[in-house]
């Protein structure tokens, strides 16, 4: 199908700690539109920046854009990925002409998370990103996706051990020193659409709930038996509601 000349681009941002091949079948439903996947820092072979920041990353985003020649566009970023658009939102407002938020939030870590992202960047530096894989695979989907969908499992370890250790290490520094970003979601005069698994016990739902109420112009959908990789466990029904707000929200 050809481009629609109206229709925004679609920007995917990757969630930690893996790179945007996590959104291939996202990328491969959208048609009539130009889609970008750009790599964050260090991911993927990406270049690092020399001081990884949630600003850092949104800069190094928005000049993917600039590479493609694309002035605005609708942002989708998962986790990580939010944390980077709520950056792209503090720099550049008037870039974002929709957003899609999905297994994110606004607020920063805890003293108790934070402590936990130090022994990861110790974990990461003395045994590699297979330990990582390890450690997180589990929390980062339901306990029923992790107990009877075996290849999800796979799919997620595969794409974490695609990444190299000063990738993931730099991508939890970013995430220990993110500002809160709920003041930002008051400026938002977009459509918005906020995803979040029933079952997501790193960004809950309630944390999505707050993110709606903050973007007056936005829904929620809360997709059942499902964990903090929405759009991996559940890719027909991310998909389906991925799409049905493009459609709905003529952006």
Same mark, same amino acid.
């Given at each position: ?27 491969? +439903?959208?048609?009539?539109?130009? /889609?970008? +996947? ?22 190094? /985003? ?18 990580? &990925? ?20 999905? $297994? ?57 051990? +695609? ?6 290490? $730099? ?12 003041? /930002? ?13 029933? $079952?997501? &016990? ?23 038996? /499902? ?13 389906? +509601? ?7 929200? &003529?952006?």
């Amino acid at each position: 199908m050809s481009r629609s000349p109206s229709a925004l681009p679609l920007v995917f941002v990757h969630a930690f700690p893996m790179g945007p091949k996590m959104w291939t079948r996202q990328v491969s +439903a959208i048609t009539g539109r130009q /889609v970008l +996947a750009p790599p964050l820092p260090g991911f993927d072979g990406h270049p690092r920046v020399a001081e990884p920041t949630m600003d850092a990353y949104a800069r190094d /985003v928005l000049a993917s854009l600039d590479r493609a020649g694309i002035e605005r566009a609708i942002f989708c970023g998962l986790s990580l &990925g939010g944390y980077v658009v709520f950056g792209i939102l503090r720099q550049a407002l008037d870039r974002v002409g929709g957003l899609i938020l999905a $297994d994110t939030r606004t607020t920063i870590d805890t003293p108790e998370r934070l402590a936990a992202r130090v022994r990861s960047i110790e974990t990461v530096r003395r045994a590699g990103p297979p330990a990582i894989a390890e450690e997180m695979g589990p929390g980062l989907v339901s306990a029923d996706t992790h107990a009877n969908r075996p290849a999800v499992d796979a799919e997620i370890r595969s794409l974490i051990e +695609a990444q190299s250790a000063d990738a993931i290490a $730099d991508g939890l520094q970013a995430m220990m020193t993110r500002p809160d970003s709920a003041a /930002v979601l008051t400026t938002v005069r977009v459509p918005a659409l906020i995803i979040v698994g029933a $079952d997501d &016990g790193i960004t809950p739902v309630s944390d999505a709930r707050s993110m709606q109420q903050a973007i007056p112009q936005s829904r929620l959908v809360i997709i059942p038996g /499902v964990g903090h990789m929405s759009n991996l466990e559940a890719p027909e029904t991310f998909n389906q +509601a991925l799409l049905t707000f493009l459609r709905d929200s &003529g952006i």
